[in-house]
């Protein structure tokens, strides 16, 4: 994982903090593994995290189902672009729901490349319901991405302070051996 650990556990604060099913995915990994899932999204899918952790989504599918939003989730994936799709996923307990996923890219330290995922289960509903639910679901999520992006940017200039410090401490050495 290259989330350097204290920031991994701000950015788990800020998952359990939210109040949608979040996931953190790492694309420079074989198969982009889940580096994160919050309570919410436990209490979607009946997993725990230590059954989530380490592995992709893909275990809440059935084989041969969803072929149209997996193609646009790996062309989501590959291009590192956002992109929304409904899953037909199984909870563990072997229940059906329809899994509407925003995915969302992520840029982290050091060029390194991640997938933020935020589930919302869509349950049929008299007419409009489910858009409301989906339009509270997407201003928590921008909620969420904005926080996210304060402390990316928050990461970024914290490295090139210390960039620039050890560039100063650099020049400042080879001035003190230049004298010498």
């Not at 996931?23 to 420079?28: G, K, W």
Request: charged share 25%; glycine share 8%; hydrophobic share 40%.
């Amino acid at each position: 994982m290259s989330v350097m650990p204290d920031r991994m556990e701000v950015i788990r604060g800020v998952f359990e903090r939210s109040p949608v099913a979040l996931t953190l995915a790492d694309l420079d990994r074989e198969d982009a593994p889940l580096l994160l899932a919050n309570d919410r999204f436990a209490r979607l899918t009946g997993y725990g995290a230590s059954e989530m952790i380490g592995k992709n989504c893909r275990f809440l599918q059935r084989p041969g189902e969803n072929e149209q939003a997996c193609a646009d989730v790996r062309g989501a994936m590959e291009s590192f672009r956002e992109v929304q799709v409904v899953f037909r996923n199984y909870r563990k307990n072997g229940e059906q729901f329809d899994n509407l996923l925003f995915l969302h890219p992520i840029d982290g330290p050091n060029g390194a490349r991640y997938m933020l995922g935020s589930q919302f289960e869509l349950v049929p509903q008299r007419p409009g319901a489910m858009q409301g639910a989906a339009t509270h679901h997407v201003a928590g999520l921008s909620d969420d991405l904005a926080r996210l992006t304060r402390l990316s940017e928050q990461l970024h200039a914290e490295r090139r302070r210390h960039m620039a410090a050890a560039a100063a401490s650099l020049v400042a050495t080879w001035m003190r051996n230049r004298r010498i």
